[in-house]
């Protein structure tokens, strides 16, 4: 039952026809066009990318690592010969090359536990993201509100406009017959001024509005822009109640704001594991290729010297090696790592237990408002159908000269706030039970596709 309420709901929204040539965008054009196009989302798109380059060099870190060198020198004075291993002060030049690799066998478990929290730093990226997404899709709910609000003041502030003035209308042509005084005239001429006014300062309201939202979006400067209006009086309330701690069990299991948390959480506790692991000793094994090229310059050329190709192959040898590394003092730096890692587990733990409370009293504050808008728009809803109705009559009286003026006057004022309530106290109700639905589900697609 709930779904479907939302589906009709937001299918009013989105089932508006565009006229004219500028396209009006619906809620989900601006949603969608929102997560694409967002600056703030790319960057934190970038972040999720790096929190993937951090995963992948950790397991890298695992891998034997592999390595040539080579090194030419010229020499002169005292040397010792690498064929002879004799002295020689002769001038002479040599050229060496290796290759080598390293395995760690052993190091505490650290580049595992590396691995495992970059994993969850990846997790946690991911769940960030989807935060800045429903973020932004609140504010763009949020303020497309505003723009439906203004947008439904602006109407009732013309309607009275225009109201006003036909009546003024009215009364110029019985003044010119003499039925009507001319301070009848006047009276209707200062009203209809003060709805011209406040129909202008809600075409300004409205303009602001729309500005706002449009800064959202973010859109290129100078783009036209307006959103398509739905038919507020399809949109269905229902009288349901939210309990707020079904709401927050479900919203704890579901939210990402709370799953980046302890994802990060989970990371923070392989981080103090990984720093644990430098205390312990570090077993090796690696091996090693050697080779190398020696020519001396003689002023003797009669001493034959191997050629370059069968030194390399003559001088060639090889080496295997196993190490073990006892760290027995580091200048504190082991116990900082540790100590450091321990305090980040702890903030994360804090700011974990801060958000549960944070979103206990979002969700609180939502289900409260909701439970009690319903009784706020039934009876807005209520005052304005009376104040309607009572209109009509001062209407009629007025046009038949039983009501002077000022009472005309106040009771299309007191109509025009009922209307306005209404629709405020309305759409109120139609937003927080959007929100409500987001907590229920935690993701913004659930609020704008049912399926």
Not at 130 to 141: F, G, P
Not at 394 to 409: A, C, N, R
Not at 426 to 439: A, E, G, V
Request: aromatic share 10%.
């Amino acid at each position: 039952m709930k779904r479907n309420v939302l589906i009709i709901i937001l299918l009013s929204m989105l089932s508006v026809h565009e006229s004219g040539a500028q396209k009006k965008w619906t809620l989900m054009d601006c949603i969608t066009y929102a997560v694409s196009n967002n600056i703030q989302l790319q960057r934190q798109r970038l972040l999720t990318e790096n929190e993937k380059v951090n995963l992948l060099k950790s397991k890298m870190d695992m891998l034997p690592n592999l390595s040539f060198e080579s090194d030419g020198r010229l020499g002169f004075g005292r040397s010792v010969n690498p064929v002879t291993n004799l002295i020689t002060f002769e001038q002479n030049v040599s050229n060496s090359y290796s290759l080598s690799s390293n395995y760690a066998l052993f190091n505490g478990f650290a580049y595992l536990n590396t691995v495992s929290a970059n994993k969850f730093m990846l997790k946690a990226g991911v769940e960030t993201e989807k935060v800045a997404t429903n973020t932004l899709v609140l504010n763009i709910l949020s303020a497309y509100h505003q723009v439906l609000y203004a947008k439904g003041i602006e109407n009732a502030a013309k309607m009275q406009y225009e109201l006003s003035q036909k009546q003024l209308f009215r009364i110029q042509k019985t003044v010119e017959t003499g039925r009507e005084s001319l301070s009848s005239q006047y009276e209707i001429e200062s009203r209809s001024s003060g709805d011209k006014l406040a129909y202008t300062v809600a075409v300004n309201t409205t303009s602001q509005a729309i500005t706002t939202l449009k800064q959202i979006l973010e859109l290129e400067p100078g783009t036209e822009f307006d959103i398509a209006t739905p038919d507020l009086d399809n949109f269905l309330i229902t009288d349901e109640i939210f309990r707020i701690d079904s709401i927050y069990d479900i919203a704890a299991q579901t939210l990402p704001r709370l799953k980046a948390i302890n994802y990060e959480l989970m990371a923070m506790e392989k981080q103090v594991a990984s720093a644990k692991g430098r205390v312990f000793p570090r077993l090796s094994v690696g091996g090693a290729i050697f080779t190398g090229y020696y020519k001396v310059f003689r002023e003797d050329a009669t001493i034959e010297q191997a050629g370059f190709w069968d030194q390399m192959k003559n001088n060639n040898s090889q080496a295997v090696y196993m190490s073990l590394q006892v760290p027995l003092f580091s200048n504190y730096t082991t116990g900082r790592n540790i100590k450091l890692a321990k305090i980040r587990l702890n903030d994360t733990e804090l700011k974990l237990e801060l958000e549960k409370n944070s979103l206990y009293t979002d969700i609180e504050n939502a289900c409260l408002e909701y439970n009690r808008g319903k009784d706020e728009y039934a009876a807005a809803r209520a005052n304005f159908e009376f104040n309607k109705k009572s209109f009509e009559v001062v209407e009629k009286k007025f046009e038949s000269g039983l009501v002077d003026v000022t009472d005309y006057s106040a009771a299309s004022t007191t109509l025009f706030r009922a209307e306005t309530e209404a629709l405020r106290t309305k759409l109120q109700l139609l937003l927080r039970r959007i929100s409500i639905q987001f907590y229920s589900t935690g993701d913004y697609q659930s609020m704008i596709n049912f399926k």
